[in-house]
């Protein structure tokens, strides 16, 4: 008997990371040590603390049941707490937070708890790519919005038409941004509110690395803002803020009519999160705030190895103010992101994500991941200077 998939899968997207890991692969097999700049996942392991807790809970047999997909109280008190702690929030631990296995998993099927076929989801271009499988299983209508840079990469809401808008049912937004490393401000984002309830959109705003940010800028909620919990959901996880990817421990807080659709979806669809796992989040959430900083101290210290390390290259690169991510244009203006990122793979052994894979505003740009050493990046730069990816600053971009 031939299996034949659902046709429905013939629309997904290729999923980028895949692509990236064959051409890895590909190299590695040649022998050469890959510095991989690809995937944004910290390298630095979850801190001892978190893993006690999680050992200490794991032994007790009551933990091992089915968990609520709702979260457990206390884990959803920890993230009231957290909110209100950081940003003065006030968030009702019930209708108003809600655990998920992962912002990747809420984000990405919030548009089947919310929109009918053919209705519009504006959506950034370039985006993180997992945003579009869920919009295309809801058969949704995808309204991008350019992420320019003459913009801050911060999208231009006059430019979306009203007729679009009106036909409008949710907007995606990502700040601080992956890929771009862009931040919002809290006038972008009280534009948005009042742009959401003037043509009634639900706003989903996925923030898994609104505490890593740098230099002077302070960690921003979009729940904090004016109006925003009449309107819309933030996405937050314990991923990048405690180095716990492999752990899938996120939520979702802010409109409880969003909250409630989402979880009638996730209550037939999904479980819990391990109950142990809600303890050791309980327990980083509470105690988080020094290895936080911590984390960023790291991240800012490689962000500076990179950014100085490839302007005296002659490399025009963007300054990141956010998030474990460079974002740059491409140095050499004859080349598209794909073929530049796949040639300085073969040629140096460094992979960068080419900057097409986000989307067609993209193309141009090429995107870094913070995750590996100081040293393994300056090694990296040292590799790209020694093949000859050397610039003059006017000719490059
Ligand atoms: C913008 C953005 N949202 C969501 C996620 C997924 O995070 P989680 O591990 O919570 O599923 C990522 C992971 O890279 C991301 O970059």
Redesign the pocket.
């Known amino acids: 008997m031939e299996i034949r998939a659902a046709e429905r899968l013939g629309h997904l997207p290729v999923y980028l990371f895949d692509r990236l890991d064959a051409d890895k692969a590909a190299v590695q097999a040649r022998g050469v040590d890959v510095i991989s700049l690809g995937?944004?996942?910290p390298d630095e392991g979850t801190p001892p603390d978190i893993i006690a807790e999680l050992a200490r809970t794991a032994i007790e047999p009551a933990n091992h049941h089915y968990p609520s997909f709702k979260g457990m109280p206390e884990y959803l008190q920890a993230i009231a707490d957290f909110y209100r702690d950081n940003f003065g929030v006030a968030l009702e631990p019930g209708p108003e937070i809600l655990s998920?296995i992962?912002?990747?998993?809420?984000?990405g099927r919030l548009p089947l708890a919310l929109v009918n076929p053919g209705e519009v989801i504006l959506c950034p271009d370039p985006?993180?790519p997992?945003y579009i499988p869920g919009m295309i299983l809801a058969d949704a209508r995808i309204q991008y919005m350019p992420l320019l840079e003459k913009n801050q990469f911060l999208p231009d809401l006059t430019q979306i038409p009203s007729k679009v808008a009106r036909r409008a049912k949710l907007m995606l937004l990502?700040y601080p941004?992956?890929p771009t490393a862009a931040v919002a401000t809290q006038d972008f984002l009280k534009d948005v509110v009042q742009f959401a309830r003037k043509y009634e959109i639900i706003v989903a705003y996925?923030a898994?690395?609104n505490m890593m940010v740098f230099d002077d800028e302070k960690p921003l909620s979009f729940l904090q803002i004016p109006g925003a919990k009449e309107i819309g959901v933030e996405?937050h996880?314990?991923?990048?803020l405690f180095n716990m990817?492999g752990w899938?421990?996120?939520w979702v807080a802010g409109n409880r009519h969003v909250i409630d659709a989402l979880s009638r979806l996730i209550s037939n669809v999904d479980m819990g999160i391990f109950k142990p796992i809600q303890f050791a989040a309980m327990k980083a959430l509470k105690n988080g705030t020094v290895f936080i900083q911590k984390m960023n101290r790291l991240y800012q210290e490689r962000r500076d190895a990179v950014v100085n390390g490839l302007k005296e290259l002659g490399w025009r690169v963007l300054p990141s103010r956010g998030?474990f991510f460079v974002w740059l244009p491409v140095p050499a203006k004859d080349k598209e992101s794909i073929p530049f990122a796949l040639e300085l793979l073969q040629k140096t052994g460094v992979l960068i994500t080419p900057g097409r894979g986000f989307g067609e505003h993209g193309e141009g740009y090429l995107r870094i991941a913070l995750t590996v050493n100081v040293e393994r990046l300056r090694d990296a730069v040292r590799r790209i200077k020694e093949a000859g990816y050397i610039y003059n600053p006017s000719q490059s971009d």
């Not at 992962?102 to 984000?107: E, H, L, R």
């Not at 996880?237 to 990048?240: E, G, H, N, R």
Request: hydrophobic share 20%.
């Open positions: 995937q944004g996942d998920l992962g912002s990747k998993s809420g984000v985006c993180y997992a990502n941004n992956n996925d898994p690395y996405f996880s314990m991923s990048k990817t899938r421990c996120a998030t």
